[in-house]
């Protein structure tokens, strides 16, 4: 065997590892049930149970699945939700380095406002004082979506 074949043979053979162990990982993880609409992938990290009981007894729990308040705008800016938060979630648990109880960052509080305004448009344009643009809906209304 020539060398250019040695290389050809490790350098494929490195790559189908590396294929195979992430296959291996995203189905181990649970990778796939990110892809869903539903509140139960939230359960796949242990730390959650308390934000997903506390959602199952709030108001909102009715009408309203995980990903309608934490992901907002279009399937781009969902997509890129999803994947920023994945990789961040994926790597904070996995090397311990969170806070807990769990705190949401500023940028996915930014999130769940938007999301809060999408669907409450109506009734903003309708009331003066939940017109105003420096207000924070999770300010008051904190408990609407989780009880903590």
Same mark, same amino acid.
């Given at each position: ?19 195979? @162990?992430? #296959? ?5 993880? %649970?990778?796939?049930?990110?892809? *869903? /609409?539903?509140?139960?992938?939230? !359960? ?28 907002? @705008?279009? #399937? ?5 939700? %999803?994947?920023?938060?994945?990789? *961040? /979630?994926?790597?904070?648990?996995? !090397? ?44 008051? /209304?904190?408990?609407?979506?989780? !009880?903590?």
């Amino acid at each position: 065997m020539r060398n250019s074949s040695k290389v050809i043979l490790t350098v494929s053979i490195g790559i189908g590892v590396l294929i195979g @162990g992430a #296959i291996y990982l995203f189905w181990y993880a %649970k990778g796939y049930s990110y892809l *869903s /609409h539903d509140s139960k992938a939230c !359960l796949n990290c242990h730390v959650m149970r308390e934000q997903f009981n506390s959602w199952t007894q709030a108001s909102h729990h009715i009408v309203a699945q995980c990903n309608d308040c934490h992901l907002s @705008g279009n #399937i781009l800016s969902q997509m890129k939700t %999803k994947i920023l938060n994945g990789f *961040s /979630h994926s790597l904070a648990f996995t !090397l311990q380095n969170f806070h807990e109880p769990i705190q949401i960052k500023k940028r996915n509080r930014k999130v769940v406002e938007s999301s809060c305004q999408n669907c409450h448009t109506p009734l903003l344009e309708a009331s003066g004082i939940h017109g105003r643009k420096d207000m924070s809906c999770l300010g008051c /209304h904190r408990q609407v979506g989780h !009880l903590q």
